[in-house]
C-alpha cells in the first residue's frame, strides 16, 4: 500500500530521533575542506566540522547534493506506489531545491518539491508539522498547507559574531569587512520572506545582547510558543545566555540546540548562534 513520504536536505535541523520517528530520508549535502570531500551525516558530524574549518588552508567550498542522489531515493521510495513531498533549503542559498526537481522530472515516483523558504530547525520545524498530518492521513496538499502555517508563524535570527567568512565567501567585500572587524561589528540577520536580512549591525557583544533583548522580549509578549532551536558554531556563551533568559519565562519548554551544519557554518562562521521559534 503506498503512502506519503517526506525527503529534506541535510540542512534541516532535525534531530536523529525525529528522523526515525516519521522515516525521513535525508539527502547530504557536502563541503570540501583542504581537497578533501566531506557528505553530511556520512562522513562529517556537526560537532567536529568547526575544528576542521578552523584549520583549512581556505574557506571550505559547500555543495549541493548531485542529482542522482534525489533520483535514487526518489526511485526506492516510490517502489511500492508511494509518493514523495521533498522539502528543501530556501532558494536563495542553495540550488538544492532546484537539483529536487530536476531529479523529480527523472523518476517515475510522483514527487512533489517543496521550497521551505528558509533553513535549519526552522525547516525541522515545517517538516514535524508535515509529518504529523501525513501521519493522521492527510494528502500532500494538507501537509503543504500546515508548512505554510508553520513558516508564517516562525521567526529565524541570526548573530554573526565574526565577518570573515562571510567575507571570503564573496558576501561581503573585503573593505567592508576589515573596516567591520576592525571596529568590531557585529551583525544581526533574519530570515523571512525567503531572504536573509541585515536587521541590526553594532560594535561589540553589548550591541547583540540589546538586539537578543529586545527579540527575547517580543518572543515572551507575543503569541504562545510552540517550540524553540538554538544552533550555533561553537557559540557556547550565547547559547547558554539565550538559554538561561528564555527559561526564565519558557521553564517547561524543550529546546533543540545543536551545533549547525557544515554547510550553513561555513559561511556563517566561528561564533554565530541563531535562535529560531514558532508560535500558534
Not at 540550488?95 to 530536476?102: D, L, N, P, R, S
Not at 508535515?130 to 516562525?154: C, N, Q, T
Request: net charge negative; hydrophobic share 40%; aromatic share 6%.
Amino acid at each position: 500500500m503506498g503512502k506519503i513520504k517526506i525527503v529534506c536536505d541535510s540542512s534541516a535541523g532535525l534531530t536523529e530521533e525525529e528522523i526515525k520517528k516519521y522515516d525521513i530520508t535525508v539527502i547530504p549535502l557536502t563541503v570540501m575542506i583542504n581537497g578533501t570531500v566531506y557528505v553530511e551525516r556520512e562522513t562529517i558530524t556537526n560537532d567536529q566540522f568547526p575544528e576542521l574549518m578552523k584549520n583549512a588552508k581556505s574557506l571550505p567550498k559547500t555543495s549541493q547534493p548531485p542529482i542522482g542522489r534525489f533520483v535514487d531515493a526518489f526511485n526506492k521510495l516510490g517502489e511500492d506506489g508511494s509518493e514523495v513531498l521533498c522539502v528543501d533549503m530556501m532558494e536563495s542559498i542553495s540550488g538544492t531545491v532546484h537539483a529536487a526537481e530536476q531529479a523529480a522530472g527523472m523518476t517515475k515516483t510522483k514527487v512533489t518539491v517543496y521550497d521551505s523558504q528558509t533553513t535549519d530547525r526552522g525547516m525541522a520545524f515545517q517538516i514535524i508539522e508535515a509529518a504529523k498530518v501525513i501521519e493522521k492521513g492527510g494528502s500532500v496538499e494538507d501537509a503543504i498547507e500546515r508548512m505554510k502555517y508553520v513558516l508564517a508563524h516562525s521567526k529565524l535570527y541570526l548573530a554573526i559574531d565574526n565577518l570573515d567568512n562571510l567575507v571570503a565567501g564573496g558576501r561581503v567585500s573585503k573593505f567592508a569587512g576589515a573596516l567591520s572587524n576592525l571596529l568590531n561589528i557585529k551583525v544581526m540577520l533574519q530570515v523571512y520572506d525567503g531572504q536573509i536580512h541585515i536587521i541590526m549591525k553594532g560594535r561589540g557583544k553589548k550591541a547583540l545582547h540589546k538586539e537578543w533583548d529586545q527579540i527575547l522580549n517580543e518572543m515572551k509578549n507575543g503569541p504562545k510558543v510552540m517550540s524553540v532551536g538554538i544552533s550555533h558554531v561553537e557559540g557556547d556563551s550565547e547559547v547558554n545566555r539565550l538559554l538561561t533568559k528564555i527559561k526564565e519565562f519558557e521553564p517547561n519548554l524543550d529546546i533543540v540546540v545543536r551545533e549547525t551544519v557544515p554547510i550553513i557554518a561555513t559561511h556563517t562562521g566561528l561564533g554565530a548562534c541563531c535562535l529560531l521559534y514558532y508560535t500558534e
